[in-house]
């Protein structure tokens, strides 16, 4: 199936911003790894705000909800949990993605780090290096789940929506465009 990107979810490919993230946080990693115990000040907040941005795309979350999920992580090392969604206050399911789950001596070097930044610091850092708005990752997740058929109701639960009508009208989105495609081909 060919993905339609559309305006309304900024143009990010779920799968290419996946291994994009995937290989930048391998490649961060190895480096941070093989200075300790030496901590890097700028290559460490890098990797904490690539790694906040890696699990906002792999969990369909907000970068502030996403934020408090690797502090949650590496406070409790718990792998799955539920937090609170920013805007609705529901609980929605987290799970750390296991790129995530290797790098954890990392995450306990580097811990400071993710309670000093801030979710706008991870917003400037998103558009900077990559070009990407605050929610492009959320909608890419989005976008991935519909195309491959799970349903809006799990989806809803997933990304704390409140009202299902929120993820219907992604569901509709992503559908209308994907009709107007085939019926042009």
Known sequence: MTTVLGKWDKGVDFLQA??????????????LVATLPKLNKHLGSVFIKNSV??????????????LEALRHYIKTKQITFKLPAKKTK???????????QVNRILYDAYASFA???DKHDIIV???????????????????YA???GYSAEVLALILGHKKIDTTLNYSRNIRSESILEKIQE
């Open 18 to 31: 996946r291994v994009m993230l995937e290989n930048i946080l391998k490649s961060q990693a190895s480096v």
């Open 53 to 66: 941005a890696y699990i906002q795309l792999m969990n369909g979350a907000r970068v502030s909800e996403a």
């Open 90 to 100: 529901v609980l929605r399911p987290f799970r750390i993605p296991e790129l995530i």
């Open 115 to 117: 309670f000093e930044i």
């Open 125 to 143: 850092h998103l558009k900077r290096i990559f070009g990407w708005n605050s929610h492009s990752l959320r909608y890419a997740f989005i976008r």
């Open 146 to 148: 519909i195309e491959k």
